[in-house]
């Protein structure tokens, strides 16, 4: 049965979301039981072109990232795939009309990722955007499919929480991505020589800003929604808090995260808050 079939597939995109990301698989659990399977597909998704370009270290990455491309739009066209990270996405941008300029936003930044080791203002944003506000808006699909006029209103929201989730992964990898990778992703900054504390404060002001806009947005959220993206909003306002408590030097030598019994107290704390409101 087909059903069974697309039901597997969208098992291991929950799967996928699970062993990697404790933060948002708890913010995926807060959703609506509707809202869940299309999140894990879209995660299971960035998640699999992010790993070829980032882990992939003995294969080659290009041609790898060529054949997900071409097998993404493979599969927008049939319908169906046999690769099952790919059939569950393709299930979820068929049925929420999730845009193909959002896709392809989204893998041309996983390209940058290839052949740029450090970025100016004008393809800093271009990465911003194509690797983590594209995914937001894809996520707004979702939630605000029956309400196209919600959707608009809450795009700039939805970007920006994607960026300040995205920016605060670049401060609190500057030490795995500099080292492992090769790359500084903050424009102007030269990790080969510090990252000074006047550097490090406006990078946080931007961050903040994004956090600021992005909150208005999760407000005005429809209900079955707004729950799991205020814990994931609150997971990353509390790692970045700790960021911002450590000094550059500790940043460079250290990964700054938040214990697994930190975020099931701030997914306590965002369903208490819920009901109560």
């Known amino acids: 049965m087909l059903s069974l079939y697309r039901d597997t597939n969208f098992a291991i995109s929950r799967l996928i979301t699970r062993k990697y990301s404790t933060s948002f698989s708890l913010g995926i659990l807060a959703f609506q039981p509707s809202f869940r399977a299309p999140i894990y597909s879209i995660y299971g998704f960035v998640r699999y072109a992010d790993e070829i370009v980032d882990t992939f270290h003995d294969y080659d990455k290009a041609l790898l990232l ?3 491309r071409r097998d993404t739009y493979l599969a927008l066209e049939r319908g169906i795939s046999l690769n099952p990270v790919l059939d569950a996405f393709v299930q979820t941008v068929r049925q929420y009309e999730i845009g193909t300029d959002l896709i392809d936003a ?3 930044s996983m390209a940058m990722d290839l052949r740029q080791v450090t970025y100016a203002q004008d393809s800093y944003e271009t990465y911003i955007y194509g690797s983590a506000e594209v995914v937001g808006l894809m996520c707004l699909r979702v939630f605000c499919y029956e309400q196209a006029g919600l959707y608009e209103e809450l795009q700039e929201g939805a970007r920006a929480l994607g960026a300040a989730f995205q920016k605060v992964n670049f401060l609190r990898d500057l030490k795995d991505d500099y080292q492992g990778r090769g790359r500084t ?3 102007n900054l030269n990790l080969g020589v510090q990252l000074d504390s006047h550097s490090k404060k406006e ?11 992005a909150y208005a947005a999760i ?9 799991g993206v205020l814990t994931a909003f609150r997971f990353y306002k509390n790692l970045f808090r700790k960021i911002q408590q450590a000094s550059s030097e500790q940043i460079l030598m250290e990964r700054i995260r938040i214990s697994n019994a930190e975020k099931a107290a701030l997914l306590c704390y965002s369903v208490l808050q819920h009901k109560l409101t």
């Open 106 to 108: 989204f893998l041309d």
């Open 203 to 213: 990078i946080e002001r931007d961050i903040q800003n994004d956090f600021d806009q």
């Open 66 to 68: 060529d054949e997900f």
């Open 219 to 227: 407000m005005r959220l429809p209900r079955g929604a707004r729950i």
């Open 185 to 187: 992703y903050f424009p």
